[in-house]
């Protein structure tokens, strides 16, 4: 049968990159996803955006909902301080196998803890599983209609501290406009737009960083 997109994904991995070497593992992907097959990685215009808020947040503790094949993740995890600690929801059991590889090719799985399931079932049970209180960075890249009932019930299970930071991906294409309208209007964000393209395309995107206000 017909290999998957996230198989290919990572028999570019596997071929092109070096163990051991995040970056090598970005680059291929990249590479891969601009010549050969496009795939919804946030990608490298704005995954530079990503390392940026990920290096001034220097956070102990990092949430991403939407693993996919762990391009992000490897993104954030290279940038991680020695003992933070990065918990990835993913609820594609095929997919989420696809990303431990990815990862695992990195050298990163000491700093990423994959989790199979969904946000909505997890979020909840997150503290006292996994002994977290609040979160410093959360990264929302999962399906769009789930980031503003996520970011209520993250908000609800007092996983946000002042000045936890939520970065989405994706709030112009394919968009997410009830989340933008919450974050811009709530007085407990404080919220900013970082424009870019889609990545590996021409098309407007952006990241919408938002600071929890407490
Ligand atoms: O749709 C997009 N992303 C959705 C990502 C979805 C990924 O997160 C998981 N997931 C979903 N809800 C979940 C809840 N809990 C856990 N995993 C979950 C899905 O199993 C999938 O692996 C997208 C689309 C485009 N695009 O151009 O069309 C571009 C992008 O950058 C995108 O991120
Ligand atoms: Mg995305």
């Not at 990065?86 to 095929?94: D, G, K, Q, S, V």
């Amino acid at each position: 049968t017909r290999s998957t997109r996230p198989q290919r994904l990572l028999g570019a991995v596997q071929k092109n990159a070096t163990r051991g070497d995040p970056g090598s593992v970005i680059q291929a992907i990249d590479h891969y996803c601009r010549n050969k097959e496009w795939a919804m990685n946030v990608g490298d215009e704005k995954g530079c955006i990503l390392d940026s808020v990920v290096s001034e947040v220097n956070p102990a503790t990092v949430l991403e909902l939407g693993t996919y094949c762990g391009y992000s993740t490897v993104r954030i995890a290279r940038l991680l301080p020695p003992h933070a600690k990065l918990i990835t929801l993913e609820f594609n059991p095929a997919v989420a196998a696809i990303a431990r590889q990815v990862i695992a090719w990195a050298g990163l799985e000491d700093k990423v803890q994959l989790v199979e399931g969904a946000s909505g079932d997890f979020i909840p049970r997150i503290k006292e599983q996994f002994g977290v209180k609040t979160f410093d960075l959360v990264f929302l890249d999962h399906w769009k209609e789930y980031y503003l009932p996520d970011t209520k019930l993250m908000e609800e299970c007092g996983l946000l501290r002042k000045g936890s930071v939520l970065l989405a991906d994706n709030v112009v294409c394919p968009g997410a406009p009830d989340y933008l309208e919450y974050v811009r209007s709530s007085p407990r964000y404080e919220s900013r737009y970082f424009k870019s393209h889609l990545e590996y395309t021409k098309v407007e995107d952006g990241l919408e960083k938002s600071v929890f206000l407490g």
